[in-house]
């Protein structure tokens, strides 16, 4: 099973990879970066496998640049709410 056939684990997923990069001091604007360039992959190679993959995916094709970024920083936000929850 991959990490993206459910959104859930998905979102784990990321939250155990962000805790990584936080854990190797890595800062808020690197993290948010390196969101926005895995979206920016997924978005181009990989097929949403639920609906919630399926939007994401929808927006970020329709966003600029910067709202892209702003897409990135929210998610990350998302799964740090989750660690914290």
């Known amino acids: 099973m991959s990490v993206l056939d459910n959104f859930d684990t ?7 990879r962000l ?9 808020q604007q690197t993290i948010t970066s390196v969101a926005a360039e895995v ?8 097929d ?3 609906k919630e993959e399926a939007v994401l995916k ?8 910067q709202e892209q970024q702003a897409i990135a920083s929210t998610m990350v936000k998302l799964v740090q ?3 914290n929850a």
């Open 58 to 65: 929808e927006l970020w094709n329709a966003a600029s640049e």
């Open 10 to 16: 998905w979102k784990g997923f990321l939250s155990n």
């Open 39 to 46: 979206g920016d992959y997924l978005a181009q190679n990989v």
């Open 81 to 83: 709410n989750q660690g």
């Open 19 to 27: 805790q990584q990069a936080e854990a190797q001091g890595m800062d």
């Open 48 to 50: 949403a496998k639920n």
